[in-house]
């Protein structure tokens, strides 16, 4: 279970990263805009997905998810509903894709070992039946499923926790590659409401280029002519006017979007901050329950070695003695019976 934890969690590392990878070069090479939403919505979505299945309590569990995860979204955007998604750019993310499922095949097949095919045939069948049909990527585990399917009853199911130091790494893997995935995907949440938004677009120096170029022309005209003068203030005061109004609307728009995204954010953070002090709750309750297990196997040891100890130092001496004494007596009578 310690060696399926650690290969899955190092897997997470590589999943983000691909993923990003092509999510960028997507949105740097489409020049479609719906194809540069796609792009950043299949980043923030699939690194979400797999920050849930990645980090759960049981290894194996975690690690038939986020198998399951990366088949079943490699299969939508190759073959399934999400094969246009990306214009000229779709075998970018098939190409991720298909490489990241590479890399948790082969960690599934040294985790599962004799059993791989088996497993495999699971993951194939939940991929079959219960195919992505949008970037939302949400499936609910297998847990149920994956026992039912062995013939396990849940009371029958243990996960190994470990030990207190393989807890505590465990503990601050999870902190750390959430903390950092948490910050990116706040910034590519604000990248998509600018997108969204088209406020991706409102070039604010060529505006002020354009003000700036009317200005001029204005001063050139009341130079040249006094009696246009109170004519060319109106129009500028009106322009003027027209700007503040669509600037201010513009303004609105931005500080009622960004006070959602930040709420959204913040609900976010409560949520994953209360789902990792449930995990460390129960972490914590499991870890004392294996060393109190622990420490009565040790000292159950302990008592029988005491034991021991006083049998090898109280009854060997006795019975050396009695032994001794016997056979001493025994020579003698038999010395008496020579002699008479």
Known sequence: MLKTRIMTHGYAKVFFHEIMMASDSIMNNEPGKQQQVNALVWKINASNAAKATIFQNNPEIALLDTWILTASMTDFLKNGEGSGLFGSSQPVAVEASEKLLSRIDTIANSSF???????????????????FLSLDFYKETVYDDWYRYLGIPDSM?????????????????????????TLRQAQWNGELLLKQSNLDSLDLQQISDNFDKRFGEL?????????????????????????????DKKMDSIIVVTRIELALLRDSLSVEREAVMADLDKTSNKVVKTAMKELRIIINDILFYVLLILIVILFIPFALGYLTGKTIGRRKKSEKKNTG
């Open 219 to 247: 001063i050139t005209v009341l130079r040249n002519s006094g009696r246009n003068m109170q004519g060319d203030a109106i129009i500028l005061r009106r322009d003027i006017r027209a700007f503040t109004r669509k600037f």
């Open 113 to 131: 070992s004799k059993n791989y095919d088996q497993a495999k045939y699971f993951v194939d069948s939940i991929c079959k039946n219960e195919p």
């Open 157 to 181: 199911v243990e996960v190994a926790v470990g030990t207190l130091p393989e807890v505590l790494s465990d503990f601050s893997s999870r902190m750390t590659i959430g903390s950092d995935q």
